[in-house]
């Protein structure tokens, strides 16, 4: 059976992660992998509920040395943890020490004891085929349904993704890049563009995972440069509305959400970085970027290949060896490029006219004071049933009005999409990768419009 390591790089001593500016080492890492290793239950499966960057990543090293997967579930929620003994009987958490919060056996990880390094130290060896982490989403019914990541398959997308980072720094590699995600290593995106770069590509992670803009400041100022930050739409909004000087980066990543032009040439301009976005989705992996300053145009991943177009797409090739359908509306330009042009689920008709939400959710996020937007389309219950039904936007938008939010919409979008109802609210209840759930915004917009008795429009002068 072929094996290949769990880390990359022969320079043991480079850098891993970033403490409090303090440099922890890939030979470190090994070490607290191996101890951990031995304290792990003899079977398993790992919930790894650390929130710290560095011990998640010891966590997933241990499992994998004892031949247990990483479960990734959407969220952690007492509902969600506690359905997974359905799907996993042997499962258990690894928690930060004094967390209490989750109703299953869990191993708590002690702070910053880090275990003395062994010389010689060899890198672990992990068999290609084994299953690293089973990431479950939830399917058409609501249960949840796993899908397994093979560690050779991971390894693959790693070094493309790895590949074309380093293609937007202008360098050969990551060694020597540091980065600082805001999105927490649990979700597929930051698994996937901190973790797993930094154990495969040569980055160094910060422990951290900042979350008000203040805390990216501090944290992305201590990381040697090169640097780079990776977040989502929301985040970098955020970041760029605080009125902070920030840092400057020499990349920025972006993903979980199209981001628009006008604001990634704000995030640019601000911190003096290119900014790369990535497409992907949980059964293929990350397969495509582009610097949206430069287009709407996607390239894929070396390796990869596109074919169809339309709602009917499929890639393969690379780290995805079978040909594996995509979620979305793509325009396919070759079999390298394409054009983004909506969730293939999220596709809505009114008044027979036909578009994406997250087409119409990117225009009303570009309307220039929205700090954060969703569109919703009312189920019977909210709908005037004398009337074609008509969308509810709900923004985050202090000092607009409904008209303003309106008028600016229906120089973008068709008028049959403009929202009847525009809700002006605090805050969207979204994860925290950025994304909203359909059933969270559902439930959000129940709420909001019963409080309001279902008034039809809610205008802020």
Same mark, same amino acid.
């Given at each position: 059976?072929?094996?290949?390591?769990? /880390?990359?790089?022969?320079?043991?001593?480079?850098? #891993?992660?970033?403490?409090?500016?303090?440099?922890?080492?890939?030979?470190?890492?090994?070490?607290?992998?191996?101890?951990?290793?031995?304290?792990?239950?003899?079977?398993?499966?790992?919930?790894?509920?650390?929130?710290?960057?560095?011990?998640?990543?010891?966590?997933?090293?241990?499992?994998?040395?004892?031949?247990?997967?990483?479960?990734?579930?959407?969220?952690?929620?007492?509902?969600?943890?506690?359905?997974?003994?359905?799907?996993?009987?042997?499962?258990?958490?690894?928690?930060?020490?004094?967390?209490?919060?989750?109703?299953?056996?869990?191993?708590?990880?002690?702070?910053?004891?880090?275990?003395?390094?062994?010389?010689?130290?060899?890198? +672990?060896?992990?068999?290609?085929?084994?299953?690293?982490?089973?990431?479950?989403?939830?399917?058409?019914?609501?249960?949840?349904?796993?899908?397994?990541?093979?560690?050779?398959?991971?390894?693959?997308?790693?070094?493309?993704?790895?590949?074309?980072?380093?293609?937007?720094?202008?360098?050969?590699?990551?060694?020597?890049?540091?980065?600082?995600?805001?999105?927490?290593?649990?979700?597929?995106?930051?698994?996937?563009?901190?973790?797993?770069?930094?154990?495969?590509?040569?980055?160094?992670?910060?422990?951290?995972? +900042?979350?008000?803009?203040?805390?990216?400041?501090?944290?992305?100022?201590?990381?040697?440069?090169?640097?780079?930050?990776?977040?989502?739409?929301?985040?970098?909004?955020?970041?760029?509305?605080?009125?902070?000087?920030?840092? +400057?980066?020499?990349?920025?990543?972006?993903?979980?959400?199209?981001?628009?032009?006008?604001?990634?040439?704000?995030?640019?301009?601000?911190?003096?970085?290119?900014?790369?976005?990535?497409?992907?989705?949980?059964?293929?992996?990350?397969?495509?970027?582009? !610097?949206?300053?430069?287009?709407?145009?996607?390239?894929?991943?070396?390796?990869?290949? #596109?074919?169809?177009?339309?709602?009917?797409?499929? /890639?393969?090739?690379?780290?995805?060896?079978?040909?594996?359908?995509?979620?979305?509306?793509?325009?396919?330009?070759?079999?390298?490029?394409? !054009?983004?042009?909506?969730?293939?689920?999220?596709?809505?008709? /009114?008044?027979?006219?036909?578009?994406?939400?997250?087409?119409?959710?990117?225009?009303?996020?570009?309307?220039?004071?929205?700090?954060?937007?969703?569109?919703?389309?009312?189920?019977?219950?909210?709908?005037?049933?004398?009337?074609?039904?008509?969308?509810?936007?709900?923004?985050?938008?202090?000092?607009?009005?409904?008209?303003?939010?309106?008028?600016?919409?229906?120089?973008?979008?068709?008028?049959?999409? #403009?929202?009847? !109802?525009?809700?002006?609210?605090?805050?969207?209840?979204?994860?925290?990768?950025?994304?909203?759930?359909?059933?969270?915004?559902?439930?959000?917009?129940?709420?909001?419009?019963?409080?309001?008795?279902?008034?039809?429009?809610?205008?802020?002068?």
């Amino acid at each position: 059976m072929s094996a290949l390591p769990l /880390i990359w790089g022969a320079d043991l001593d480079a850098p #891993l992660a970033w403490r409090a500016g303090q440099a922890v080492s890939r030979r470190q890492y090994l070490a607290d992998v191996q101890a951990l290793a031995t304290r792990l239950p003899e079977r398993g499966e790992l919930l790894n509920l650390s929130a710290d960057r560095y011990r998640f990543a010891v966590g997933l090293g241990a499992a994998m040395l004892r031949g247990q997967p990483n479960l990734m579930p959407p969220n952690h929620t007492p509902e969600t943890v506690a359905s997974l003994g359905t799907l996993f009987p042997n499962v258990y958490g690894l928690v930060d020490e004094g967390d209490t919060r989750f109703a299953l056996p869990t191993l708590a990880l002690s702070a910053e004891q880090p275990v003395a390094p062994n010389a010689p130290l060899q890198t +672990p060896q992990v068999a290609a085929d084994a299953i690293t982490a089973q990431v479950l989403t939830s399917g058409s019914t609501g249960a949840s349904v796993p899908h397994p990541k093979v560690w050779e398959l991971l390894v693959r997308n790693t070094a493309a993704g790895a590949e074309r980072l380093a293609e937007h720094l202008g360098r050969a590699d990551l060694v020597g890049v540091s980065l600082v995600a805001t999105v927490p290593a649990q979700h597929m995106y930051g698994f996937e563009s901190s973790v797993l770069v930094a154990l495969l590509g040569g980055a160094a992670f910060d422990t951290e995972r +900042p979350f008000y803009p203040a805390d990216v400041v501090r944290v992305v100022s201590r990381v040697p440069r090169p640097r780079m930050l990776v977040t989502t739409p929301l985040h970098l909004r955020a970041l760029l509305e605080s009125g902070l000087d920030l840092p +400057p980066l020499d990349l920025i990543v972006c993903a979980t959400a199209p981001l628009s032009p006008q604001l990634a040439a704000r995030a640019e301009g601000a911190m003096a970085a290119p900014l790369m976005e990535i497409y992907g989705c949980t059964e293929a992996g990350q397969v495509a970027t582009r !610097r949206t300053t430069e287009g709407p145009e996607w390239r894929v991943y070396r390796g990869l290949q #596109l074919a169809g177009n339309g709602e009917h797409c499929v /890639i393969s090739g690379g780290h995805v060896p079978q040909p594996t359908p995509l979620a979305d509306v793509l325009e396919v330009i070759d079999a390298q490029h394409f !054009r983004l042009l909506g969730r293939s689920n999220d596709l809505i008709n /009114i008044a027979g006219k036909r578009s994406s939400l997250s087409h119409l959710n990117h225009h009303l996020n570009s309307v220039e004071g929205v700090q954060d937007g969703a569109l919703w389309l009312p189920p019977e219950q909210h709908a005037d049933s004398a009337e074609v039904v008509r969308l509810v936007a709900f923004v985050v938008a202090p000092g607009l009005t409904r008209e303003h939010v309106v008028a600016a919409l229906r120089l973008r979008v068709d008028p049959a999409f #403009l929202p009847r !109802r525009v809700v002006f609210v605090p805050a969207l209840p979204r994860d925290p990768t950025g994304k909203l759930p359909t059933a969270r915004l559902t439930q959000f917009a129940a709420e909001w419009l019963d409080a309001a008795g279902g008034a039809r429009t809610e205008p802020r002068e």
